[in-house]
């Protein structure tokens, strides 16, 4: 009862912060470009006669307080080019276009983005990865391109399939927000191998943050979002290709072809994998690697610029077509699917999606803007002797209004969800006494409204968010979801961001624990399941440093995240070896996560990074304290990479050290099937050298160079058919040393 008077104590806090008008300075926002209309990151806006400055940010734009100024003249200037001024007689969206200076015969403005960048405006801790972070690593997949960061930990979910997942503060990543171009677009049957279909060329920048975020999207992000931001067509290479080959032969080809006509322009995308070769490292007689093949093509339409007056529109367009194979060496896909003598398992899919942003802004207070996205996916896989075919159809729709007002913007509408789930679940063989199969259907139907007010008070000194939501689900009822932001800054270079939010979700059990169909574990159903629902506290210190001459600079950053369950669902594997029990857990289930990063640029050739995490998820049954297993309580990441002022080439080297993880219980097992109940702690170290000739970039590197590897991963791999056949113990890299070498091409 203390917990519920609470939570509505937070809701009603949350709810009137929100409707709350709060006076404080008023704000000019625009954006800076250059007469062909491409953005001019860096440039300086500024108050005539004033100290008042900003500068603008990566796509041009920027926001500049008027508070106490008595001229309001703005002015815009940037290296080789013609200020320009504004008087400025109401609130307005303006947009300088700025002039090449003629005084020059030519200006050369040479740089790099940071790998990573905080933002010190966002009220929301966001760490954004750009192209500069995911050029030092192969980043073959959205999977791949976190092997520098210590915020996302990627984790195979299927050893035998390879497919994987995306986990934040140690939970599982179906409690994080993968979104696509702001859509969410991985769920459900896209949950299992979706973040590896999007290839790393096609990524512009990633912002991750943890814990509970904006209400916009959804009322999921319980450990936090991550949004991938594709390549802009009216801001990439008019053409990208990019060729990649590993030592076990699998290849990789990307190309990408941009265009711009007037307002139009335009982005297509080739992606394609082949497979590997058959490579069985420890004897278990199981591919180390499944044989992979994919095909995908993209196409992204952008018209005019949302941030100017009038229309504004971004399309995309994408199908997949992908094959995995993977089992025992002398499985053959063609003969042997559903066999009871050699055991294999092969994964077909096939997905089209469409998604849209399209909008009208009316003035520099009023913006309108629809989204909507749908896709479908239709599968048919076999995991040894069970076949499991599914289909899936979602869509997402949201409405959105926007309005500024003083120092307040407000962000509400309406938003709907579908989803259309079938999986027809049969066994080839049923020697083992499975009960689980069967037809399951589910069908989703969620309005929802929501409502968000982003307040800037003290000048600028505190900028708060406030937003609620309420969804109405078709057979679970009205869900209510607040959640409240904070920004504050104790000096220029000092922050604190605190937020505390609650958020649910509903389970695609199969799709979200595909390791569950893998196994020989029957599967059992306890009882009807409901919506997992959690709430999830956190703070944050972010302290940036530069020296005067510039020789230093870098951040550190502190953070701590609490989530607690009020209800959780996850296969229990401890309390039968033979089985993975499926209930609602309504007792008390957490996760406590700690981390500290600190980053250095040296002399702007030179950059260290090292970061420590501590995690400690568990749950209580009755008074004993459980580990949820699969989670390094400690963790340290480190990286260092080199390059000359010229950027000629550039070394990038990160090691990642691991300790030990509380492994599912195998007492009850023959002992030859039993594993122990903690893995070793263990240490990756990979590194990658990038040399540039001109327009074409040559690159090559080593994952795991000393070649630690989990040996025989699978339990009762002599008999795959046995009872006691299991792929869950899988805690860390089965395939072992992975040379590579690849070529980039950009005009």
Request: charged share 20%; hydrophobic share 35%.
């Amino acid at each position: 009862m203390i917990r519920v008077i609470k939570n509505v104590e937070f809701s009603l806090f949350i709810t009137i912060m929100l409707i709350a008008g709060t006076t404080s300075a008023q704000f000019i926002s625009g954006r800076v470009a250059n007469l062909q209309g491409e953005p001019l990151a860096g440039a300086n806006v500024y108050w005539l006669g004033s100290t008042t400055a900003v500068q603008t940010q990566s796509n041009g734009q920027f926001q500049i307080s008027s508070e106490g100024i008595s001229d309001m003249h703005l002015i815009a200037s940037y290296v080789g080019h013609i200020p320009d001024t504004f008087e400025i007689t109401g609130p307005v969206f303006l947009v300088f276009n700025l002039q090449a200076s003629k005084a020059l015969d030519e200006v050369v403005v040479s740089g790099q983005r940071d790998g990573v960048i905080i933002s010190d405006l966002s009220p929301i801790k966001t760490e954004q990865i750009t192209q500069t972070e995911l050029g030092k690593a192969a980043c073959c997949d959205l999977a791949g391109c976190f092997e520098t960061q210590s915020t996302v930990q990627p984790q195979t979910t299927n050893v035998i399939t390879n497919s994987k997942e995306l986990r934040i503060l140690g939970l599982s990543g179906v409690y994080n927000q993968i979104l696509v171009d702001g859509f969410p677009v991985i769920q459900g049957l896209t949950y299992t191998y979706g973040i590896s279909t999007i290839p790393g060329t096609l990524v512009d920048n990633i912002y991750v943050a943890k814990g509970a975020n904006s209400v916009l999207q959804g009322y999921e992000s319980i450990s936090g979002q991550i949004n991938v931001e594709t390549k802009e067509p009216d801001n990439t290479d008019h053409l990208y290709v990019n060729a990649f080959v590993n030592s076990f032969a699998e290849k990789h080809l990307n190309a990408n072809y941009a265009f711009r006509k007037n307002k139009w322009s335009n982005l297509t995308a080739f992606h394609m994998i082949q497979p590997a070769d058959k490579i069985d490292q420890d004897d278990d007689h199981f591919l180390d690697l499944p044989q992979l093949t994919r095909y995908m093509i993209f196409n992204k339409w952008k018209y005019g610029n949302e941030q100017e007056l009038g229309w504004s529109s971004r399309i995309g367009l994408r199908f997949v077509n992908e094959q995995r194979v993977g089992g025992q060496t002398t499985f053959d896909a063609k003969t042997d699917q559903g066999s009871s003598s050699i055991y294999g398992q092969t994964v077909n899919f096939s997905q089209p999606e469409l998604w849209t942003k399209t909008g009208y802004r009316i003035n520099s207070k009023h913006n309108i803007v629809l989204f909507a996205s749908s896709f479908y996916q239709d599968q048919q896989s076999y995991f040894g002797t069970v076949k499991y075919d599914a289909q899936q159809t979602n869509f997402y729709g949201n409405i959105q209004h926007e309005l500024n007002y003083g120092s307040h913007n407000l962000k509400s509408g309406i938003s709907y969800r579908y989803l259309n789930l079938n999986e027809d679940i049969a066994f080839t063989d049923n020697t083992l006494n499975r009960t689980y199969d069967g037809n399951y259907h589910r069908i989703e139907n969620i309005p929802g409204v929501f409502a968000e007010n982003t307040m800037r008070l003290f000048n600028d000194k505190v900028t708060w968010i406030a937003g609620v939501r309420g969804d109405q689900h078709n057979d679970f009822g009205f869900m209510f979801t607040p959640r409240t932001l904070i920004k504050y800054d104790l000096a220029p270079k000092t922050i604190v961001r605190a937020n505390v939010g609650t958020g649910w979700r509903t389970v695609n059990l199969f799709s979200e624990n595909i390791g569950l169909l893998v196994s020989s574990r029957d599967i059992i159903f306890a009882e009807v399941l409901e919506p997992e629902k959690a709430i999830n506290y956190g703070i944050n210190l972010t302290q940036k440093f530069e020296t005067e001459n510039a020789m230093f600079t870098g951040f550190l950053s502190v953070d701590y995240y609490h989530t607690s369950f009020q209800n959780q669902i996850f296969p229990d594997y401890d309390s039968d070896p033979t089985k993975a029990i499926i209930k609602n857990f309504t007792g008390t289930s957490v996760s406590d996560g700690f981390q500290a990063e600190v980053y250095m640029k040296i002399w702007e050739r030179f950059e260290v990074k090292t970061g420590y995490t501590y995690l400690d998820v568990y749950h209580m049954v009755g008074e004993t304290k459980e580990l949820l297993p699969f989670n390094p309580k400690n963790k340290i990441l480190t990286t260092f990479g080199y390059a000359p002022l010229s950027n000629q080439f550039h070394f990038d080297m990160n090691l990642h050290w691991y300790g030990e993880q509380r492994l599912p219980d195998t007492k009850s097992n023959p002992e030859e099937f039993q594993r122990p109940d903690y893995s070793d702690p263990y240490t990756v170290v990979s590194a990658q050298l990038t040399y540039t000739f001109g327009a074409i970039e040559v690159y090559g590197g080593c994952e795991n160079i000393f070649d630690f590897r989990q040996l025989q991963p699978i339990i009762s791999w002599q008999d795959p058919f046995s009872p006691y056949f299991d792929t869950s113990s899988v805690w860390g890299p089965t395939k072992g040393r992975e040379f590579y070498l690849g070529v980039r091409y950009k005009l």
